[in-house]
């Protein structure tokens, strides 16, 4: 399996969702478990099939964040140049036809987030950023619609 590039701070975010889910909720849920067991009848006890669902839900999270954490090459997005579009850069985009400013933030693909603008390094529009200059003007095409951009800044993204 080829590891995906993830940014510092989205690692950070999710090794700290992986504890704190495997440390305190999880021991949690199989405590509330053992307490519902104890009242009788499991199959019609509510308690024991909720608590029992929680953890088999919390289990799955637990499996999927381990996957991003032992697949990901974590990429310190301060230690490398932003003089052009590069992974964890912050881009804003001139529309030449709309002449409307967008901004977009190149991450990893499980950092992504539309209603922040966090786009994959793997989208398509990902792809086509990386490695434009200030100034530069470009095509992109997306179902069958042709945008016509021009980069005018481009930085790191600060991350909270």
Do not use: C
């Amino acid at each position: 399996m080829q590891k995906e590039l993830i940014t510092e701070f989205g690692y950070k975010r999710f090794v700290k969702e992986f504890k704190q889910l495997a440390e305190v909720e999880k021991p949690y849920w199989v405590k509330e478990k053992e307490i519902a067991a104890q009242h009788g009848d499991r199959s019609e006890n509510a308690e024991y099939i909720s608590a029992k669902e929680m953890i088999r839900n919390l289990d799955k999270r637990l499996r999927f964040l381990e996957k991003i954490i032992n697949n990901s090459t974590v990429v310190e997005t301060s230690k490398i140049p932003h003089e052009k579009v590069n992974f964890g850069s912050e881009v804003k985009v001139l529309d030449l036809d709309k002449e409307e400013e967008k901004t977009f933030i190149i991450v990893g693909t499980f950092e992504t987030n539309p209603n922040e603008y966090k786009i994959s390094n793997k989208s398509p529009l990902g792809k086509v950023l990386l490695g434009k200059e200030l100034g530069e003007e470009f095509e992109f095409t997306i179902n069958n619609q042709v945008f016509e951009y021009e980069i005018i800044d481009i930085k790191r993204y600060e991350f909270d």
